[in-house]
């Protein structure tokens, strides 16, 4: 007989939490955000560096999940799911900030002792050439936007935000293993795409 998998006590609450929530219960859904926010702030501020900025999306990222509870799937961890979906509302969010500040010149290094550089070196910057850089600045965008989601995410964390693989294990809720195999992955989809835009230039 197979053995089925065990379920924490902590899930187990949330489990019963969010049914309530589903059915309605706003005072479930408050034990909810009291038992997470202060979780979600930290993630956040690590991210934008910022009290303010990281409390707005502390409740911008509340109210997401309180409206979407409905299509919350319980086979889910719920701390999974709403950090899910606090990071990718992050994202978005210094995305639309600011530009992307990563040099394109810089190599990133992988796993593998690799590296991959996300363009080559400009050795005279004339305005062509400054306009050229700052196109290749909008590719790169592009790219990392046509990345399956959770590649993006994983990107965004990792490279641009600067957060360590154990950070980003943590910040995901997934095991490190796989935020090494899948970051690596991530690079390899990155690079074809970067490759495909530069014959455009």
Do not use: H
């Not at 997470?36 to 934008?48: A, E, I, N, P, T």
């Amino acid at each position: 007989m197979e053995e089925k998998p065990r379920v924490s006590k902590n899930t187990l609450e949330d489990r019963v939490l969010v049914a309530s929530a589903q059915k309605g219960d706003p005072k479930a859904f408050q034990t909810l955000e009291g038992k997470y926010r202060k979780s979600v702030y930290y993630m956040l501020l690590k991210m934008v560096k910022n009290p303010d900025d990281a409390e707005d999306l502390t409740q911008e990222a509340f109210a997401k999940a309180f409206v979407s509870i409905a299509k919350f799937d319980s086979k889910y961890a719920f701390s999974t799911w709403l950090f899910r979906i606090a990071t990718n509302n992050c994202i978005d969010y210094i995305r639309k900030k600011r530009v992307l500040t990563v040099s394109i010149d810089q190599p990133v290094e992988g796993d593998d002792g690799s590296n991959m550089r996300f363009d080559v070196r400009d050795d005279k910057l004339d305005p062509n050439q400054a306009m050229l850089k700052k196109q290749r600045k909008i590719y790169l965008g592009k790219a990392i936007d046509r990345l399956p989601e959770k590649y993006r995410v994983l990107v965004e964390l990792r490279y641009f935000q600067e957060l360590s693989y154990e950070e980003v294990a943590k910040t995901l809720e997934i095991p490190l293993g796989t935020v090494k195999a899948q970051l690596f992955r991530a690079r390899e989809l990155l690079s074809q795409e970067l490759k495909a835009m530069k014959k455009m230039l």
